[in-house]
């Protein structure tokens, strides 16, 4: 999910200030995003004032320093209407770390390594689903339990992949491919080609 577009939508609602954005981020996409990054909050800001998106205003104040105060603009707001009215594909398509282990161990030719592969990912599957469980149990707003509810089904997803993974690699006579063979180098004598 792009932050820039969910701070635009943050300041459709009225003029913040970087700590007071930072704040309701955190509130409306629930515990499972984790803690907004404040120098990576203002980086935003800046952009999107640079993009004409926000502008933004200083005000004094007695104590502290300044407090940057930002609001959307038109073309924020529109830039906001267009991400909405589009649909969300996957950001980095099905490049996948855990895939890519999978697909390294089944290359060894090894079953135990590829049972601890499957093994380690579905112990880490299963407790990250029990945290967002008690998460969700634990959540008030509707929007954080329905995103709390969507993280919960990619991970049981994933957990699909993993038995998927477990059927075809170990559970099947002859699933896990040979390992390949290495072959000498071929030395070729550049000398004799001239």
Avoid: C
Wanted: without cysteine.
């Amino acid at each position: 999910m792009p932050i820039h577009h969910a701070v635009l939508s943050l300041l459709s609602n009225g003029p913040s200030y970087g700590y007071e954005l930072k704040g309701a981020f955190e509130t409306a996409v629930g515990p499972q995003w984790g803690p907004l990054n404040i120098g990576h909050l203002y980086q935003i800001l800046d952009r999107l004032s640079r993009d004409g998106m926000v502008i933004s205003q200083r005000h004094a104040q007695a104590v502290k320093p300044d407090r940057v105060v930002y609001e959307i603009t038109d073309g924020g707001r529109e830039e906001l209407r267009r991400w909405l009215g589009e649909a969300s594909p996957r950001s980095g398509g099905f490049r996948d770390d855990f895939f890519l282990k999978v697909t390294a161990a089944a290359r060894s030719g090894d079953p135990d390594t590829v049972r601890t592969v499957l093994s380690q990912q579905r112990t880490h599957l299963m407790r990250e689903l029990r945290n967002l469980d008690g998460l969700r149990r634990k959540a008030t707003d509707p929007v954080v339990v329905l995103l709390l509810s969507a993280a919960s089904r990619h991970v049981e997803a994933d957990l699909s992949f993993v038995d998927d993974a477990d059927r075809a690699l170990l559970r099947t006579e002859g699933a896990l491919p040979a390992p390949p063979v290495r072959q000498a180098p071929v030395s070729r004598d550049l000398s004799a080609s001239a």
